[in-house]
């Protein structure tokens, strides 16, 4: 585990978009050890599109992505895996016609597999729920099981860097108080998470820091408890 | 009406057929469902794997059931080089593209095996496998036996890996969800190489339980390629399960047609079939419902 404070991180400059149409445009962000980091910005900011770039999915134009140190930009998702960083997708993404239990193991198909079945017993734990289900097919799953699912299924790939976007999608009052619970407690245990959020307040109220995307660079960033009393953030997130 | 001996002759026939088959279909099922590509270039293929277990037993003395390792690593190879050089790279995703690449291949290796290898239709005899085995009341050659019990033997294992192994939990995951799959690190490309190597790979493993009782021509694909699309077709496009019972189904229909028609009419039973499953339950035996 890296010493607190350390860079775990560091992205310099990212343009990133898709076929001629730049949607980032110069980002520079960071994320140190034992943070919990929000992003946050409305729909169509360019927060999915930052995430599929540091996780591999597209390639950026420009710009740096060292995570732990090493240069990740443009490199494929398999590497990126490899290294510990992963990425729980909005949408879940969960294998629908594979069990609970066969969607976790694959979380650990790259890296964490020597530790799979302590692994599984630990995201049971986490998720009584998905031990329940094991044997039951993840398309079956609620929403709320689902997002438990694709949690779970990353934290199987043993990450140094989880970034989860809009984990609080689509799930009832109750289960978003409970998801943003859970990543307080991950974050606890030492896991540094990149939460992307359009939950703004729930967000600034377990995140250590944050920044926030608008039109596909960084408008505002500080400590969470300073952007939370920011008037600006508030006029325009919070309607207040 | 035939006497019942020679009726439960007929079925056993028709499952001894039905095996391979199952195998044919079963790769042409794998490809579809995983990498959505109805593959055209299948009986190519299986005529490409014939030759080859018939060159092993002519030209080294290689017997084909001695060959079935080698046959079919050899189909899994060609298998996984050909998606990564022509049929993923052009494919991708369009169907009008899936069609003509595929056809395009079939077309390109049917010439080629004429050109190579003369249209002539070539055999080879072996003995221990014209023997014949005693079942009760019926006598089989040992070459539907062995092609039944290594085909069966062979689906088994090959679902069961689907099942266990990580590779075949990352088939079964990305004929669903590729982004999903790319970000547990799985890779997508080499994963969808890997299912239409094993695709090819069955054809190879057919081809060795076939040489022993059938001959091989360039256009001796043909025959199987049309009934394993029936078979993919009658069991539900994609589905394991539907691979299997179609490919018995096929066999036993074709064999007592043959039985009750005679051989002229008798392959009438399979469009027969094939256009009742059609109207009446469009998915397919084991299709899912879409």
Not at chain 1, 89 to 106: A, C, K, Q
Not at chain 2, 47 to 58: D, I, S, V
Not at chain 2, 98 to 111: C, E
Not at chain 2, 244 to 266: C, K, T
Request: hydrophobic residues 50%.
């Amino acid at each position: 585990m890296a010493e607190p404070g350390a860079p775990i991180l560091e992205v310099r400059g990212l343009r990133a978009g898709y076929g001629a149409v730049e949607v980032l445009r110069g980002v520079d962000l960071e994320l140190r050890a034992g943070e919990v980091v929000a992003l946050l910005g409305s729909n169509g900011a360019g927060k999915s599109t930052l995430n599929n770039n540091l996780s591999g999915i597209y390639r950026p134009f420009a710009g740096s992505i060292r995570f732990l140190g090493e240069e990740i930009a443009g490199a494929p998702p398999t590497r990126i895996v490899e290294a510990g960083l992963v990425h729980v997708p909005e949408g879940r993404r969960v294998f629908p016609d594979l069990t609970v239990r066969e969607n976790l193991e694959l979380g650990s198909y790259r890296r964490g597999r020597a530790a799979r079945a302590r692994n599984l017993e630990r995201v049971a734990s986490i998720f009584p729920r998905l031990g329940e289900r094991a044997r039951q097919a993840a398309g079956t799953l609620s929403g709320g099981e689902q997002q438990m699912l694709a949690i779970g299924r990353g934290l199987m790939g043993e990450p140094r860097l989880l970034i989860l976007d809009e984990p609080s999608l689509g799930l009832s009052p109750l289960l978003v108080e409970e998801m943003f619970a859970l990543v307080g407690r991950l974050n606890a245990d030492g896991l540094c998470v990149l939460l992307v959020e359009q939950n703004v307040v729930q967000s600034l109220a377990i995140a250590h820091r944050a920044y926030v995307l608008e039109h596909g660079a960084i408008a505002l960033s500080g400590p969470a408890a300073e952007l939370a009393r920011d008037p600006a953030l508030r006029r325009s997130y919070l309607g207040l | 009406m035939p006497s019942f001996d020679i009726l439960l002759a007929g079925i056993v026939n028709g499952l001894a057929a039905g095996a391979v088959y199952v195998l044919v279909a079963v790769g042409l099922t794998l490809i579809y469902g995983v990498l959505h590509i109805v593959n055209f270039a299948h009986g190519s293929l299986l005529m490409l794997a014939m030759y080859a277990t018939y060159f092993l037993f002519a030209k080294a003395g290689v017997d084909p059931y001695a060959a079935l390792p080698v046959v079919a690593g050899g189909a899994f190879a060609l298998g996984y080089v050909l998606y990564r050089g022509v049929v993923g790279r052009f494919a991708h995703g369009k169907d009008e593209n899936i069609l003509l690449i595929t056809l395009g291949l079939s077309i390109v290796i049917d010439n080629l095996a004429l050109f190579l290898f003369t249209g002539d239709t070539q055999t080879i005899d072996v003995a221990h496998a014209q023997r014949m085995v005693e079942f009760g009341p019926l006598f089989l050659p040992r070459a539907k036996v062995i092609a039944f019990a290594a085909a069966l033997a062979i689906c088994a294992a090959l679902g069961l890996w689907m099942a266990r192994s990580d590779t075949g939990k990352a088939i079964r995951a990305v004929a669903k969800e590729r982004q999903g799959a790319r970000l547990v690190g799985i890779d997508v490309d080499h994963v969808f190489a890997v299912s239409y190597g094993i695709g090819i790979a069955c054809l190879g493993a057919a081809a060795c339980l076939l040489m022993p009782s059938f001959y091989v021509s360039p256009s001796s694909g043909h025959a199987f390629v049309l009934i394993a699309f029936t078979t993919v077709v009658l069991g539900g496009m994609g589905s394991f399960p539907g691979a299997l019972a179609g490919g018995f189904a096929i066999g036993v229909i074709e064999s007592l047609g043959g039985l009750l028609l005679g051989e002229q009419l008798g392959q009438i039973g399979i469009s027969l079939a094939f256009i009742l499953v059609l109207l009446l339950r469009p998915t397919g035996l084991f299709g899912a419902r879409r």
